[in-house]
């Protein structure tokens, strides 16, 4: 019906998401119960340009509910009606909010005319395997959370609209994730790497083409080779994992593991530090790449072992662990050795004076600026610091300095191979990690 789909537009322009079709001329808005009234005044009157007013007589409010409708006259749309009802909206889950994703791709695909409104999920064929109906996540989802789903949806359609249809699959009720998820778990104990799923592959969603769903995934007898069936499949558009973020206006699709496409790793002209404000005025150290670029070394929690952070333009935010980071610089320089926290603290308990004056001696030989400072003067210095920041500083700058050292030590080629080890392991982007498109609002 043409007038309606116009006044649904009219209702859109307005800023209105949520819409379900009750009868062939009266169509029902979702808004939050505490905002229903001043909704309801507000839309009343920005409709009066086209006909539109508040109708509260007791057929209005026995069809319509307590606040009446909106009916129209003089207008195109005479003999069409708008009612408000509260909307339980609720957060969603993750899971929710990834399977209203996975509805409302797979309705853009299946009707790439949607206005994606509950009514177009009647009478269209769409696959979508999850353990929630979208009839109860279209009621609960926020706002924010509807126009985010929309977004996921248009920007896929966009990129991936002519690769034909898929089923969309969401752990909660998937056997394809399931059976993948536990053969990719295998094949990576199998390597020795115990990092989480979500560093092998992000994908909240799987879109996947209905020949491949049944695939036999105890075939597969390495990691490798799994990537490998992931990567061709990702390049014929048979299997696509997509990482869904929370999506707010311009909205950017961005594959990673395919074809290389980070920027290659140089180091700046002053490559390492230990601490940008002094080696004891800070409990970290630095790597310095890309003309800015930065990767932190630094306990995050007091007396905790140490992790890389990545800040810079990929990974931003992303963090290396002590086991992997560990793990990267045995693989940079086969010398290398860590002292866990506990280990660290131990030895300092032990003898304080004699613990410091070994890191003093250790950091002085790189860090120029200990040059101007006396062995005794590091020590009372260190000894201002509040008791409850000693240990802290203690964990955090011994291992910042241990990383540094080794790295000081080896091949710029070594070191910026270590670097790109570490963006990747924060990006998910690891050398055993599988392509996937990452969908987000930057």
């Known amino acids: 019906m043409a007038e309606m789909d116009q006044l649904k537009s009219e209702l859109e322009k307005l800023g209105y998401v949520k819409f379900e079709m009750k009868t062939r ?19 009343s009157e920005a409709l009066s340009r086209v006909g539109g007013y ?76 999850t353990r929630f109906s979208i009839d109860d996540l279209f009621n609960k989802a926020s706002k ?6 929309q977004l996921h949806a248009e920007r896929l359609h966009r990129t991936f609209g002519r690769s034909g249809t898929f089923v969309m699959c969401q752990r909660t009720q998937s056997d394809f994730v399931t059976n993948i998820s536990k053969k990719a778990e295998e094949l990576m104990r199998k390597v020795g790497k115990s990092m989480g799923l979500d560093k092998w592959n992000p994908a909240d969603m799987w879109m996947v083409k209905s020949n491949l769903l049944n695939t036999n995934f105890d075939d597969f007898e390495s990691i490798h080779e799994l990537n490998g069936f992931l990567y061709d499949n990702f390049k014929s558009k048979d299997i696509i994992g997509v990482s869904l973020k929370q999506a707010k206006k311009t909205v950017k699709a961005e594959v990673y593991n395919f074809r290389m496409g980070h920027k290659p790793v140089e180091l700046d002209r002053v490559p390492l530090s230990l601490g940008k404000r002094g080696f004891l005025d800070s409990i970290d150290g630095f790597i310095f790449y890309n003309n800015g670029s930065s990767i932190v070394l630094r306990s995050f929690k007091p007396t905790a072992d140490i992790s890389a952070e990545i800040q810079g333009r990929f990974a931003q935010g992303g963090k290396v662990g002590y086991g992997p980071l560990q793990e990267i610089l045995r693989e940079c320089s086969r010398t290398h050795s860590g002292t866990k926290n506990t280990d660290i603290l131990k030895a300092y308990k032990a003898n304080q004076t004699k613990f410091l004056r070994d890191i003093y001696k250790r950091a002085r030989l790189l860090d120029n600026r200990l040059k101007s400072i006396s062995e005794d003067t590091f020590i009372k210095e260190f000894n201002k610091k509040p008791a409850n920041k000693k240990e802290s500083y203690i964990v955090s700058k011994v291992q910042a300095l241990e990383t540094i050292e080794t790295l000081a030590r080896v091949s710029k080629d070594e070191v910026e191979c ?3 080890k570490m963006i990747s392991y924060a990006s998910s982007s690891t050398d055993i990690s599988s392509v996937f498109v990452k969908v987000y609002t930057r």
């Open 144 to 149: 924010g959370w509807i126009q985010s789903s």
């Open 25 to 43: 001329n009266r169509i029902f808005v979702y808004v939050p119960k505490s905002d229903r009234t001043l909704e309801m005044d507000r839309a």
């Open 54 to 129: 508040r109708d509260t007589s007791t057929s209005a409010v026995t069809t319509g509910g307590s606040l009446g409708l909106i009916r129209f006259k003089n207008s195109s749309f005479e003999n069409l009606e708008v009612a408000f009802k509260p909307d339980a909206s609720k957060d969603l889950t993750t899971d929710e909010h990834e399977s209203l994703s996975a509805y409302f791709t797979a309705l853009k695909f299946a009707k790439p005319k949607t206005d994606f409104t509950l009514d177009d999920f009647k009478g269209v064929k769409i696959s979508v395997q």
């Open 418 to 420: 270590a670097i790109s």
